[in-house]
């Protein structure tokens, strides 16, 4: 059986290794693995691993919500009053600009 040296010098078993447990003591079998997502906690100084499957999944795995905020389409305005009113400031302040730098540079 071939064996895992971990960064504090203690040796595991391969099969042990990106297993989602931390067999090490010092997370090191778990550190460079593409099977999980690591859980930075600010509570402490160990990491948790869990399944890629529960990464936005709607449960919050994480002890700091980390695994559902990285969804890619969640809106950030919602409210049709809100989105015009971002748009409206968007465009006034563009067109501000445009008229400032056009004074600017006759």
Same mark, same amino acid.
């Given at each position: 059986?071939?064996?895992?040296?971990?960064?504090?010098?203690?040796? @595991? =078993?391969? %099969?042990? !290794?990106? $297993?989602? &447990?931390? #067999? /090490?003591?010092?997370?090191? +079998? *778990?550190?460079?693995?593409?099977?999980?997502?690591?859980?930075?906690?600010?509570?402490?100084?160990?990491?948790?691993? @869990? =399944?890629? %499957?529960? !990464?936005? $999944?709607? &449960?919050? #795995? /994480?002890?700091?919500?980390? +695994? *559902?905020?990285?969804?890619?389409?969640?809106?950030?305005?919602?409210?049709?009053?809100?989105?015009?009113?971002?748009? @409206?400031?968007?465009?006034?302040?563009?067109?501000?600009?445009?008229?400032?730098?056009?004074?600017?540079?006759?």
């Amino acid at each position: 059986d071939e064996t895992f040296v971990c960064e504090n010098h203690n040796c @595991i =078993p391969y %099969s042990k !290794v990106c $297993d989602l &447990v931390d #067999d /090490c003591g010092d997370a090191s +079998d *778990e550190k460079h693995c593409v099977n999980h997502f690591d859980c930075r906690s600010t509570s402490s100084r160990r990491t948790e691993h @869990i =399944p890629l %499957s529960s !990464v936005n $999944d709607g &449960v919050h #795995d /994480c002890s700091n919500d980390e +695994d *559902e905020r990285l969804t890619c389409h969640q809106e950030v305005i919602k409210g049709f009053f809100l989105k015009m009113s971002s748009w @409206i400031v968007g465009l006034l302040s563009t067109s501000f600009n445009i008229v400032v730098i056009g004074k600017g540079t006759l």
